[in-house]
Each structure stands twice: as structure tokens, then as C-alpha cells.
């Protein structure tokens, strides 16, 4: 299966690449729209069909959505018809086709992508929906499906957390203990040094895992707030917090493995697989190079440590897949069901039966047949106080794959000249963030 999210580009395709263009075409509206609703108005009109556009491109999701339309249907009498399109070119072409005459509802992003349509009025609120779903989700994941109004603009299917993942047995073997604050992490990470492991894996060839590395020092250190504001554009990178979330990694940086750069985050798991790392910050689609089911049951995770006690470990970044409604939808009432529909358990249980690598979005979707790994993930994510995306949902891809990632990159080969480099950053911000 093949994924354009955070972790999981295509293969052969350079993730900076199809961000730049996603950046050009899906925010400014660049490109042509190779995007439209699917069938005749006539066909969309009909009271009994509602259409939807979908980035499901690829075998595993798609069967999974289809078997969710087909109960639907048998559910409500009202057919889902599906306008399906690769993921990228969906992405790409996200902002011609809303302004377009779009499908009703449409596969997306949680976060700062959902909240950036909402606010341009390419997308409907469906507070009436979450009046109906409300109780099915954690408070995190409702406030995940808000917009910057505050009204609901989103409907969350599955997710899937980041983590620290390492294996029981080499923590057994060398007696070490999980870390849960920043001090007991880089005490660890010597530890493991001077036990000749990497205490860390690393690959960010790719220029994308070095982003995740920054959320999670970044939250920890300045709380949700702060890194949701700087996402948005709207906080400084020339802030003091800025900084002090940089000092923290350059202090970790020594215990990275050496070469990332010239490293995919694939190559990184193998050392975790192969026992010569200790640990590796990641998300749980790690899993997936994990092919031996010893390996497999031997692998675990925990939580980015605390660096400030008034924050804790109460974020987790756990992008999230869902739906949205698209400007005056032609058929109300049925995106109302449907949206009703993909709200509940059942419907994110129909979808993991097809699907294993993700979990439920919902707080009461059935986990029992969920393996050792999942469970773990579906209480992170559920007892989180707060959610986040991924830099790349959570901010303009525009500025994430143009300026966040080469000057990321930029910092792991020498973290020297912090002060410059947040300076370069927040001009460049202003610049694209002015843009419309």
C-alpha cells in the first residue's frame, strides 16, 4: 500500500518534490484542474446518491471505503458515488477543484489543510453532524475537527501516533528502563552509547523526518499552543521558545545516528530491526519493516519524554484521515447521513478490517481484534489532551517542503548558527504566509 502522508511517501517519488507542488498548486491555486465532480448535476441532485471525491487511490484503502459505502447503502437506500483519483494529483489539485463544482463530501486532512478551506468558504460546517457523532470521539480528536470559527468542518476516520519505538528484548538484555522526562532520555542515550548501540536511528534523506523530530521537541518544550501558532504562521521562529526548542535538539543531536542525511527512513528501521539502534522516533508505520513476527512482537513504543512539566506528555502527533463536505453540497440531507454514518465505530471497524496499519479515530470503536501495537496506539491517541498533524498538515506545505525542510536538514548537519538560520525562516514565512 502507498501513502502520501507524513511517513509514507510514494516510492521512486521525492516527498519534497510533491509537496512543492502541492504547495504551488493545492494553496495558490497553480496548475490545471484536472479535478471535477464525478457523474451528470442531474446524478448529483438525486436524493438517493451522494457523490464523493476520493484520494483512496490505492488497492487496501480503497477496497476498505468501498465496503463502508456498500454498507451505507444497504443501511440507508443512498448510493455513494465515487469520484476517485490518485492521492497526489488529488492533493495537488484540491484547491481548483473546491472552487469548482466539487463533489459533496471529499476525502482529507485533519488540521491546518482542513482549517485553511474552512476559512476560505470552500467548505461547509457540519456542526448539526457532530451533534449526532459527539459522544463517539475523545475530546482531542473534537477539537481536531474544528476550524478556526470553532464549528466542525470534519469527520476523522483513522489515525496513527508518533513515537519512540524500540525492542523489549535489547532494553531487557542491557537493564534499561523507559524514559519519561528529558534528563532520564539523554541519560539513556549515553547509556546506550557507551553499550556500543546508535541510540537513536535517523534517516532523513527524504528531508520529512526531521520535521516529526522537531514537533515533538517543540510541543514538549512550549506546549500545543505555541506549536499551533507557529504552524499557523501566526507565532515568531525568531522566538526565544523557538530557540530554546532548538537548544534542546542540538543537545540531542550527538546521539543521532551519523549520516542521515544520506539515509531513508527505511534503511533507519533496519538498524532498529537489525538491534544495532536502541531506539527510533517515528511514526507506527515502523511496523511495516518489521516483517519477521518474532521482530514484530518484540517491538514497543513509548512517549516523547516531558522537557517542561507544565506540558508534559499530554500532545501526540497523530495525523488523522477523514472526510469534509464541499461548499453547498447538492445533496444535504444525504451528506448528513453519510457523515452521520462514517461518525460511527462501526464504520471505522468496517474500514480496519480491510486496513491493520492505521487505528479508529473514535473512542468506542470495538479494539479486540486489534494486535499488542494497535491497542497501545488507539490509548495514546485517545488519552491525549491535545492532537496534532504532521509540520506538513499543520502548516502551509508551501513553507513546510520550500523553507522547513532544507533549513531542518540544514540544522542536522551543523547546528551551529541557530540565530541566523530562525532568522532566514521567519523572513521567508512572512513572505508565503502574505500570500493567498
Not at 480491510?354 to 479515530?361: C, F, H, K, Q
Request: with cysteine; net charge neutral.
Amino acid at each position: 500500500m502507498r501513502y502520501s502522508s507524513p511517513g509514507q511517501p510514494l516510492p521512486g517519488t521525492s516527498r519534497r518534490a510533491v509537496l512543492r507542488g502541492l504547495g504551488a498548486a493545492a494553496l495558490l491555486g497553480a496548475g490545471v484542474p484536472l479535478l471535477s465532480a464525478c457523474g451528470s448535476s442531474g446524478a448529483a441532485s438525486d436524493p438517493k446518491t451522494v457523490t464523493l471525491g476520493s484520494n483512496a487511490s490505492d488497492a487496501v484503502p480503497k477496497k476498505a471505503f468501498a465496503d463502508i459505502y456498500a454498507a451505507f447503502k444497504k443501511q440507508s437506500g443512498i448510493t455513494v458515488d465515487v469520484n476517485t483519483k490518485d492521492h497526489n494529483t488529488f492533493q495537488e489539485q484540491i484547491n481548483s477543484y473546491l472552487q469548482g463544482t466539487p463533489d459533496d463530501v471529499f476525502n482529507w486532512f485533519a488540521g491546518y489543510r482542513m482549517q485553511f478551506f474552512a476559512g476560505k468558504g470552500l467548505a461547509e460546517p457540519i456542526d448539526d453532524v457532530w451533534a449526532k457523532i459527539g459522544d463517539n470521539f475523545p475530546d482531542a480528536m473534537k477539537k481536531l475537527s474544528k476550524g478556526a470559527d470553532g464549528k466542525y468542518y470534519f469527520v476523522p476516520m483513522t489515525t496513527y501516533p508518533w513515537a519512540v519505538f524500540y525492542r523489549k528484548s535489547v532494553f531487557r538484555q542491557h537493564g534499561y528502563t523507559v524514559p519519561t522526562t528529558w534528563d532520564e532520555l539523554v541519560a539513556l542515550c549515553k547509556r546506550m552509547k557507551k553499550d556500543g548501540l546508535v541510540p537513536i536511528a535517523f534517516g532523513d534523506k527524504d528531508a520529512w523526518p526531521a520535521m516529526g523530530t522537531f514537533d515533538q521537541i517543540n510541543f514538549r518544550t512550549n506546549g500545543y499552543d505555541f506549536h499551533v501558532e507557529l504552524m499557523a504562521g501566526r507565532a515568531s521562529w525568531t522566538d526565544t521558545k523557538v530557540k530554546a526548542a532548538f537548544d534542546h535538539w542540538a543537545e540531542l543531536l550527538p546521539y543521532h545516528q551519523d549520516g542521515s542525511l544520506g539515509r531513508t527512513w527505511q534503511d533507519a528501521a533496519q538498524t532498529l530491526v537489525a538491534k544495532k539502534a536502541g531506539m527510533y522516533l517515528l511514526g507506527s508505520f515502523v511496523a511495516q519493516q518489521f516483517t519477521n513476527k518474532a521482530d514484530l512482537d518484540d517491538l514497543d513504543f513509548f512517549a516523547f519524554p516531558e522537557i517542561d512539566p507544565a506540558y508534559g506528555q499530554d500532545t501526540v502527533e497523530a495525523p488523522t484521515d477523514g472526510f469534509m463536505v464541499s461548499k453547498s453540497p447538492k445533496n444535504h440531507d444525504g451528506v448528513v447521513k453519510l457523515l452521520e454514518f462514517l461518525g460511527t465505530p462501526e464504520a471505522e471497524q468496517l474500514y480496519l478490517k480491510s486496513d491493520p496499519s492505521v487505528v479508529a479515530a473514535s473512542g468506542k470503536a470495538d479494539t479486540s481484534a486489534y494486535s499488542a501495537l494497535q491497542q497501545k496506539a488507539f490509548e495514546m491517541i485517545g488519552g491525549a489532551k491535545s492532537l496534532t498533524q504532521f509540520m506538513d498538515r499543520d502548516s502551509r506545505p508551501d513553507f513546510t517542503s520550500t523553507v522547513m525542510q532544507p533549513a531542518l536538514q540544514r540544522f542536522v548537519r551543523d547546528p551551529k548558527g541557530i540565530d541566523g538560520l530562525l532568522t532566514s525562516i521567519e523572513r521567508q514565512k512572512k513572505t508565503i504566509f502574505a500570500s493567498s
